[in-house]
């Protein structure tokens, strides 16, 4: 007994210690029977000072949560589950890792070989269950009686290269799996430290030829350009250099509001409502050129025009993705921004005129949305136009997908660029949103969350983690009492149905929700209300609940496109008399 647990304690430990050694500093437990040695021995290392160590019961929950710390951090997160179906709630956050390029390193624990098929409960075929949404897939040697020094280096040697595989572009999940055969429990005070031994890695930059500068040259220097910039995953990433490009070659940049852009100078915001208003642009407004950068677009009428486009496009494809929904890519070049953007900063410049005349054009935009938000009651537009307008200069502002990330698109137009705007923009769903910000605001400070109350129904076990570990958050539930965004897709035409099978509305008693989890809770009806509570420096969790009418939607977003299109007539009007 005693040396079947020294060497559980011996393996176990020396697995742990390799990824502490290769980067893992902070690790999401949802801790089962199989997984009791890494789970007892993950405790210890916490109260070492090892590791930051978060519990979390719910391991759909847990996943999310995890991502969300990698997210705000850009480090690998470590997730810990037992074995069986408990590993297939990893699944969605794993999903959205991937198609986000987030660095997760997912441990799952599992029954040994002689336990397989033959009807051991809690046992599920768990070698490569996440599929293709993983980088790579390890199955570790189960701990035995053998050659330890051996299972030891081959064990290091494996999570170095999954460690590493999740962190290299494009970033992205990796899977271990750890059999384990009983007994299960370790010997606390048997744990040997074991020495540091990471393999030396040179990392090379790009560097242009004297070729492919002459050819940049050639497509970009004295052109009127265009950046089209898309969602990064960091929030911020490459931003400071396509914002000095666009400055130095006097383009403006149509900014995605998860590009990080926002806020600069040559970062317009009105793209989505433009191209809703014109599907083709005027002469004078005609691109010679086009510059994408980042991720698929939240605006649909912007892809919609890329894809009939009359300008070459080049696709800065840092991640090496080849994430072009708008199939519109004439030549990509697999490099970030930053690494290829200044070896360009002796280029000739478009003329001055070429800039002002697209701010002049944002800027005509940007008045008849602030008529569109000033004139009602509190709406879906003006929610999103109220956070905008008063988060902190230093607020990290995550927002669901569905209805909240294409309101903020439209109306979020920062004048500082310290303002960092997230979202699960990659598998685009609305699971694990509460759980993602809640681990996003581990690692940042003044976090406010934007979210749909589908939504928020959708997560709420991972609000418990708020609770646990006194996490600073300021929920905005947007309630329409249902599924808002089919009121703006063709669903909507089927009246006799509608309400039923898409409207689907809850009745939420978000009050009731909030008493569960110990936050504090307001019901607002006003712009003002909502303004001063967004002031409010984030203490503690905080669920703001503001009901608007869904049936309202299709209304607002017709009359906004139509009162967009009718000025912009009058706007080539008077600048072409």
């Not at 000095?244 to 806020?263: C, K, V």
Request: proline share 6%; net charge negative.
């Amino acid at each position: 007994m005693g040396n079947i647990q020294t060497i559980l304690t011996n393996r176990v430990s020396g697995l742990l210690a390799s990824l502490r050694h290769s980067g893992i500093k902070q690790v999401v437990l949802s801790p089962g029977s199989r997984s009791t040695p890494v789970a007892i021995l993950l405790g210890k290392m916490q109260d070492e000072g090892q590791i930051k160590l978060y519990i979390d019961v719910d391991e759909r929950s847990a996943a999310f949560f995890g991502l969300g710390i990698a997210k705000a951090s850009g480090q690998p997160v470590l997730l810990v589950c037992t074995s069986g179906t408990a590993a297939a709630n990893y699944y969605p956050a794993i999903w959205e890792a991937d198609s986000t390029n987030v660095p997760l390193v997912v441990l799952t624990t599992d029954r040994p070989p002689e336990l397989q098929e033959i009807g051991t409960p809690q046992t599920l075929d768990q070698p490569k269950m996440y599929s293709t949404a993983v980088k790579g897939f390890y199955q570790l040697p189960s701990p035995s009686a053998g050659d330890g020094n051996a299972e030891l280096a081959y064990t290091d040697y494996i999570v170095q290269k999954a460690v590493d595989q999740a962190c290299q572009h494009p970033c992205g999940p990796v899977h271990l799996n750890l059999p384990l055969r009983k007994p299960l429990m370790p010997d606390v005070d048997q744990v040997v430290s074991l020495p540091e031994q990471n393999i030396f890695q040179t990392k090379l930059t790009p560097v242009l030829t004297s070729a492919a500068k002459q050819h940049l040259t050639r497509l970009f220097a004295g052109k009127k350009g265009l950046i089209i910039a898309g969602p990064v995953q960091d929030g911020h990433q490459n931003a400071a250099e396509i914002a000095e490009f666009a400055e130095q070659m006097n383009w403006p940049i149509l900014a995605d509001p998860l590009s990080g852009l926002r806020g600069y100078s040559h970062a317009l915001s009105t793209g989505d409502q433009l191209f809703k208003a014109w599907d083709k642009l005027p002469t004078d407004f005609q691109p010679e050129v086009i510059v994408r950068t980042g991720a698929t677009l939240v605006s649909a009428s912007m892809i919609n025009w890329l894809a009939n486009k009359s300008a070459p496009v080049i696709y800065l494809d840092e991640d090496c993705s080849w994430k072009d929904h708008s199939l519109s890519t004439t030549e990509r070049i697999a490099a970030a921004p930053a690494q290829i953007l200044p070896q360009l900063s002796d280029l000739k410049p478009a003329v001055s005129q070429w800039f002002e005349r697209w701010r002049k054009l944002s800027r005509t935009i940007r008045k008849i949305l602030e008529t569109a938000t000033s004139f009602h009651p509190l709406n879906e537009p003006g929610v999103a136009s109220v956070i905008s307008k008063n988060l902190p200069a230093d607020a990290t502002l995550f927002v669901s997908n569905s209805m909240p990330i294409r309101d903020i698109d439209v109306q979020f137009d920062p004048q500082i660029t310290s303002t960092q705007v997230l979202c699960n923009r990659g598998a685009d769903g609305i699971d694990g949103v509460n759980s993602t910000a809640l681990g996003v605001a581990s690692q940042l400070q003044n976090n406010y969350l934007y979210i749909g109350d589908l939504a928020f129904f959708h997560d709420l076990t991972g609000l418990m983690m708020a609770r646990k570990y006194d996490l600073d958050l300021t929920v905005i539930v947007q309630n329409n009492d249902g599924g808002g965004i089919f009121s703006i897709l063709p669903q909507y035409q089927e009246k006799t149905q509608f309400e039923k099978v898409f409207g689907t509305p809850l009745d939420l008693k978000i009050s009731a929700i909030a008493d569960m989890y110990d936050a504090k809770y307001c019901k607002i009806t006003t712009a003002g209300e909502l303004a001063d509570i967004i002031r409010q420096q984030p203490h503690g969790l905080t669920i703001v609940e503001v009901v608007v009418p869904r049936q309202a939607v299709p209304e607002q977003q017709d009359h906004l496109k139509a009162a967009v299109a009718d000025r912009l007539q009058e706007f080539l009007d008077e600048n072409h008399g």
